[in-house]
């Protein structure tokens, strides 16, 4: 919505301007609104499907990861322990659009030829999803305004108690790695 708005402003503008390039604008207007379409339409469809409560996490990653690798061509694995692949609470609805959008982020600003997910358990208490791939890198630290996927990752793990830990480099890929502990979460009564 908020590229579509952009187009919006930025046609009026031309209009004004040089209106002899508002067609060559127009199309690429279009091709944003049907980007914009198809991702709603993708959310729409993965807030539906309860796949994490019905199958577990592990097999909704893995089915996740199969779309990507089929829609990308890019070349990846995949793997996850038994008895990570077997949680299913609210947690890990979260961590399966955590993955979701850290895919999205491959695929549209890493420029990268592999990727690899990876669900496991690092202790009996601790489960831990990394996303990795080889593409440019880039500087966490530097956030760019108008993107809001890092800040909406951060804040997504933050509700679920988990840490979030971005590895990168300028090419040298990225590596996303969530760290859930999975003793209950502390129940406070209200006053």
Known sequence: MMAMLSEIRFLR??????????????????????????????????MRANTVREMGLGPALAAAFDHFLDRTGLAGDFAADPEAAR????????????????????????????????????????????VEDNGIGFDPSALNSGHYGIVGLREQAELIGAALRIDSRINAGTKLTVSLPLSPIPFAPRA
């Open 13 to 46: 503008k031309l209009q004004s301007y040089d209106p002899t390039a508002l067609p060559d604008e127009l199309v690429h207007a279009e091709e944003v609104a049907h980007e914009g379409l198809k991702e709603a339409r993708t959310a729409i469809i993965q």
């Open 87 to 130: 949680f299913g609470d609210d947690r890990a609805e979260t961590l399966l659009r955590m993955a979701h959008e850290a895919l999205r982020n491959i695929e549209r600003h890493s420029r990268a030829t592999r990727a690899t997910v990876r669900l496991r358990m690092t202790d009996p208490r601790h489960l831990e999803l990394s």
